[in-house]
Antibody, heavy 121, light 108 residues
Framework: EVQLVESGGGVVQPGGSLRLSCAAS????????MHWVRQAPGKGLEWVSL????????YYADSVKGRFTISRDNSKNSLYLQMNSLRTEDTALYYC??????????????WGQGTLVTVSS | SYVLTQPPSVSVAPGQTARITCGGN??????VHWYQQKPGQAPVLVIY???DRPSGIPERFSGSNSGNTATLTISRVEAGDEADYFC???????????FGGGTKLTVL
């Protein structure tokens, strides 16, 4: 069974940093691109970032480009999101999601349960 | 950047058919995927490649895509179908994933 478990969320002050992790199991991790998607309280889904299966290609939403860095460690079956210069508008539940291909241009299946990031003074 | 437009809400009586639209410029040339999200839960894929159903998703769920509109159709709606539904595409011009704003399906 494919499982994705996020961790690392918490409360941080504006301007602070946080590193999210996503532990994957049940599939050959480096065969698939991975995504981070966020959902602000009561709002819709917002795509954040994508990394290809080999980690060689990364893409970011304009709202986080230059502040967030996606990475992966295929030897540990883990996905990461380093978030710097956090803003109050980054407050959201952050999901990791498995792409159904290697490049990241497909659909997401499955999703993790999410980790909550709250940016507040 | 590419924009997907969904109606904020759709209401339907049990047993009837719900149609949720996702509008975008020439969306018919893209592959559209749909997700169902129930309160307090992570999204779940219900339709991929415009009209394909993952295993475990009832045949009552179907999809279509043409011109400037993609549609998720739920036949014989049940109370358990009440949820938020999101459409998604890959925008090759920006190398971005794009989500629609979501539609809340209410079963009357």
């Amino acid at each position: 069974e494919v499982q994705l478990v996020e961790s690392g969320g918490g409360v941080v002050q504006p301007g602070g940093s946080l590193r999210l992790s996503c532990a994957a199991s049940g599939f050959t991790f480096d065969d698939y691109a991975m995504h981070w998607v966020r959902q602000a309280p009561g709002k819709g889904l917002e795509w954040v970032s994508l990394i290809s299966g080999d980690g060689g290609s990364t893409y970011y939403a304009d709202s986080v480009k230059g502040r967030f860095t996606i990475s992966r460690d295929n030897s540990k079956n883990s996905l990461y999101l380093q978030m710097n210069s956090l803003r109050t508008e980054d407050t959201a539940l952050y999901y990791c999601a498995k792409d159904t291909g290697n490049s990241g241009r497909n659909w997401f299946d499955p999703w993790g349960q999410g980790t909550l990031v709250t940016v507040s003074s | 950047s590419y924009v997907l437009t969904q109606p904020p809400s759709v209401s339907v009586a049990p047993g009837q058919t719900a149609r949720i639209t996702c509008g975008g410029n020439n969306i018919g040339s893209k592959s559209v995927h749909w997700y169902q999200q129930k309160p307090g839960q992570a999204p779940v894929l219900v339709i991929y490649y415009d009209s394909d159903r993952p295993s475990g998703i009832p045949e009552r769920f179907s999809g279509s895509n043409s011109g400037n509109t993609a549609t998720l159709t739920i036949s014989r709606v049940e109370a358990g179908d009440e949820a938020d539904y999101f459409c998604q595409v890959w925008d090759s011009s920006s190398d971005h994933v794009v989500f629609g704003g979501g539609t809340k399906l209410t079963v009357l």
